[in-house]
Every structure is written in C-alpha cells, then in structure tokens.
C-alpha cells in the first residue's frame, strides 16, 4: 500500500482563491482588509516569514502592512503601537511576529501578545479565542489546526467515529487541534514526548497529528495500517533539508493519506491566517 500524498499547496491555492474572492466582494462594499505585522530585531527567519505573510496578503487584495522596530525597541514603545493599531478601524488583523528580540522578557512578550483585541487576533492566539473553541463557540482558530482540518476534509476524511492521536500539547497547534478534532466528534488522545509507550498510544490512532517538532519522532511501526498522517513538525535536518516529525519514508508504505514536509500542512497556514482576516473585515460590513 501507498498512502494518498495530500497537497497542502494545491489545498491552500484554493484558500488563497477562496479568500481572494471574498475580498473582492468586500472592497465592492467599501471595505478592503487590513493586516499589519509588528516586526522587532533581525532575526532572518521571521523576516522572511513575515516577507511571506505581506505578500500573500497582497496577492488576495489585502492591505497588508509590517512596522520594523529595532532590536533595542521597548516593550512600551510595541504596547503603544498595538494600542493604536487596536484603535484604528481600518486595521482588521494584528500579528506580534514572534521571537521578540531578548531585551524584551518573556513575561513582556506575554503581556504584549495579550494586548491585541480580541476581535483582531487572526491567529487566534489569545485566551479570549481559545476560550471560545474550548466551549464551542464562534472565534478565530488558530491558523495551523484549522489548516490540518481543512486538509482532512480535502482529503475525503472525515474525524466524526475515528480515534484521533495528537502527539503535541502546545497551545499553539496541539491542545486548539484536538478541540477541533472533538467538535468534528472524534475521539481524541492527546499525547507528547513524555507519554510512556507512545508507540502504543499512536498504534491505536485513526488519525495521526504530529507536532512536537521532533524529526522523525513517528516511525512507520507506530502506524495502525490505513491510518491518516498529518505531519505538523518542520524541522532542519543536518543535511540542510527540511523534515517532519514522522518518518516519511516509513510511514507513507502503512498510512493510507498522509501529509509531505514541506509541502503539506506549511502552506495551510498562511492560507488560513488570510482566511481569518477576512473574517475580521467582514465584520466592518454594514447591515445588508
């Protein structure tokens, strides 16, 4: 057996199409999505990430904007940026490009990250949002989960019965993940690096959501055969090539669908963060 590669660029093309038409049906009423990026220091990779984010934002006909700050900035200079940028209607969604530069404390950058409104939160970090998918109600997701669930449903997967494994506890992607997947009625394990015998916890899964950022952590053998593999982990291997957290080679022969890095669940959320700033125009629109 093979597995079904499932392509999250051909997958998040359609996204970006989706959410390209959406928009202009908006700027057709008067209201053209904001996005603006607070950028700090010189770290290459987030310059380069948030170079990604502007320019496909642009490509769907989102004004998208990012504020460069020094790597010496002040952690009151940002909250006075975010309470304007709060303040300003025109901005509908409002990103803390993530690491900060050290001089700013961990406990700073909390602080920061919170001070964004809720209803601009595209990525759907804040407790106020993550309260919301907690209890079931309408907020924005955070981009990389909704992403994987919009692969499973390309995919011609559907969670409602299965038992759903995600191996990952970050309130990022693993812990917003298996709410999703919940809501969607599987039956879900959530388990991580720590787990005794995770290989055994992982052989019961239908579905398999790795994303400890680990590379090669899931192996062939962990598989149930015909499970469904999405792979959330980007890593650099030593040869300079990017890997996943489970072990391709292994686990495309046991799998029946499963996710390629690069190539799968990475370009879904970018899609997905303009899906949610839409949204957030969206709410602009006066009453029809």
Known sequence: MSAQIIDGKAVSARVRAEVA??????????VTPGLTVLLAGEDPASATYVRNKEKAALECGIRGATLRFPADVSAAT???ELDRLNADPEVDGILVQLPLPPGISAEDSRALQRRIAPEKDVDGFL???????????????????????RLLAEAGVSPRGKHAVVVGRSNIVGKPMAMLLLAADATVTIAHSRTPDLAAVVRTADIVVAAVGRPGLVRGDWLKPGAVVLDVGINRLPDGKLGGDVAFAEAVSVASAITPVPGGVGPMTIACLLENVCRAAERRLPPA
Do not use: D, S
């Not at 038409?21 to 008067?30: D, F, H, I, K």
């Open 78 to 80: 940002l909250a006075a």
């Open 127 to 149: 407790p106020f949002n993550q309260g919301l998918l907690m209890i079931g109600e309408p907020g924005f997701v955070p981009c990389t989960p909704a992403g994987c669930m």
């Open 21 to 30: 038409e959406r928009v202009r049906g908006l700027v057709a009423r008067g």
